[in-house]
Nanobody
Framework: QVQFVESGGGLVQTGGSLRLSCTAS????????MGWYRQAPGKQRELVAT????????YADSVKGRFTISRDNNAKNTVYLQMNSLKPEDTAVYYC???????????RGQGTQVTVSS
């Protein structure tokens, strides 16, 4: 069972910033990629950003230029999401996700709420 420690969510005004962090209870050798998904009320879960084992990043079009995903280069089991210029439409529960080497299934954290007020 993979454990996650997620933090950094909260309430912020439009245009503000938040930084999410996530640590998975895995060694780096077991991780193909880590990332963040989000789900707003009444909407499907969507990918926000991912970072692969070799550092390649991928972003949803809606967050490009505003969000930056990065990882701890020492631990490599910790990922961050710097969110700038936040908009009300960014309001959602944000879930840390890990693509592991030992299963076809991804593992996901419990989620952290991000609320952007207008």
């Amino acid at each position: 069972q993979v454990q996650f420690v997620e933090s950094g969510g909260g309430l912020v005004q439009t245009g503000g910033s938040l930084r999410l962090s996530c640590t998975a209870s895995l060694s780096a050798s077991n991780i193909n990629a880590m990332g963040w998904y989000r789900q707003a009320p009444g909407k499907q879960r969507e990918l926000v950003a991912t970072i692969s084992r070799n550092g390649n990043t991928n972003y949803a079009d809606s967050v490009k230029g505003r969000f930056t995903i990065s990882r701890d280069n020492n631990a490599k089991n910790t990922v961050y999401l710097q969110m700038n210029s936040l908009k009300p439409e960014d309001t959602a529960v944000y879930y840390c996700n890990v693509d592991v080497t030992f299963s076809d299934l991804d593992y996901r954290g419990q989620g952290t709420q991000v609320t952007v007020s207008s």
